[in-house]
């Protein structure tokens, strides 16, 4: 892969909670939670759709006491918890109508996947996946991604807490940051555009600013050329699945790498670990994440291949963009290996614990990026001595 200009200007989106497609996959997650609760082995592809007071789930799941699962509860829960809590708005947790379209997984899908033998367990289905980290930030993600994730963060902790209390949960952000040779050097551009109950624009404008320089201060990118654009349009207070629908899965740059990178094109959220659109994604990017900790390169990406109901990856593929301390051949060799990562799907599901969380959940995956936020495993840099032994450097590194 060629290397991106020595200077440029990169840049990446996130959405809030309360955008309509993360409702969706909130929904979609949180009955995911709810299925692995009572069965570790359930098989789960559960879409969401939302719209102006409405909320459909469909899709195929498999799960042992599914009667004790109330999805039309839990999408309620959701939306409540968001703060979707006002009928007048056209959405409200308490009003909304509610679909059901859930059934039984495929058998087709299933013989492949069901199999005692967790060593031999295929992938639910085929497709390539990645997995990408770079020492850009502490996070061991790009600059432009991680300030989007955060800045949304930020204003959802504002309006949840009352500081500002005519935000409303629909927001999205935009962050432009200019490289040097792969370093974040200033913060060209900040869009934020966020719904809220109707007050003046320029009380709006003034004090979402304001927050935003605040918190952007801590970056130390910010210049006198820095431009900010405040709900642009002048008015946002529509919003939410009433302003616009709302689907499971469409916001797969959002939820990885900010278009740093590449995407094998699959999502995330509302699908159980057999599928190796999550897990193997999860996994690539937990390899990739340790050997940048462990300084065999600067910045790596993995890429995955899987037949369905097949263990075996049909390919790895590992690039360092050129900032590789060791060469990618002898990288390969050390994944191809098995003595460290292991690629099959049920050991890297048994590998990062995917059947039975318990101090994270994939509901909370679901906001703010699925990568570089403590609390999943697939982000614990717990392999960095491994791979600098087999790499053939020292034992000890500190993180980069």
């Known amino acids: 892969m060629s290397k991106l200009a020595s200077r440029h200007v990169f840049t990446s989106e996130s959405v809030s909670e309360g955008h309509p497609d993360k409702v969706c996959d909130q929904i979609s997650d949180a009955i995911l939670d709810a299925c692995l609760a009572h069965d570790p082995d359930a098989h789960v592809a559960c879409e969401t759709a939302v719209g102006s007071n409405l909320v459909v789930n469909l899709g195929e799941i498999t799960c042992a006491n599914w009667d004790a699962i109330n999805p039309r509860a839990i999408a309620r829960d959701v939306v409540k918890d968001i703060g979707y809590d006002a009928p007048a708005e056209g959405f409200s947790f308490d009003t909304f109508n509610y679909l059901n379209g859930l059934h039984g997984q495929s058998v087709d899908i299933a013989q492949g996947v069901n199999r005692m033998d967790v060593a031999s367990q295929g992938a639910g289905d085929q497709g390539m996946m990645f997995g990408y980290a770079s020492n850009a930030t502490p996070e061991l993600m790009p600059a432009p991604i991680v300030y989007a994730h955060g800045l949304l963060q930020f204003f959802t902790a504002l309006r949840k807490n009352g500081e500002l209390t005519y935000l409303r949960p629909d927001s999205k952000s935009q962050v432009s940051v200019m490289h040097e040779h792969g370093v974040a050097k200033e913060l ?81 959220s509302g699908k159980d670990p057999s599928k190796v659109d999550r897990s193997a994604a999860y996994y690539c990017r937990y390899v990739a994440k340790n050997i940048v900790a462990a300084g065999l390169a600067e910045k ?87 791979l600098r032994t087999a790499a053939g450097l020292t034992a000890a590194a500190p993180l980069v």
């Open 188 to 268: 060209t551009a900040v869009v934020i555009s966020h719904q809220t109950r109707d007050v003046p624009i320029e009380k709006i404008r003034k004090e979402l600013e304001e927050n935003a320089r605040a918190y952007l201060a801590e970056t130390k990118l910010l210049t006198n050329k820095t431009e900010f654009f405040i709900n642009p349009t002048g008015r946002f207070v529509i919003g939410g699945p009433c302003g616009d629908s709302g689907l499971t899965g469409r916001k797969i740059i959002v939820d990885t790498y900010g278009g740093v990178g590449s995407h094998g094109g699959g999502a995330f």
């Open 300 to 386: 790596c990406e993995i890429q995955v291949a899987y037949a369905i109901g097949v263990a075996k990856p049909m390919s790895i593929n590992v690039s360092t963009y050129g900032t590789g301390k060791v060469s990618e051949q002898k990288i390969e060799q050390i994944l191809m290996s098995q003595e460290i990562f292991d690629f099959r799907p049920g050991m890297l599901i048994k590998d990062l614990g995917l059947k039975t969380p318990k101090l994270w959940s994939y509901r909370k995956s679901a906001n703010y990026g699925h990568f570089g936020r403590d609390g999943f495993p697939w982000e614990v840099t717990d392999r960095v001595d491994a």
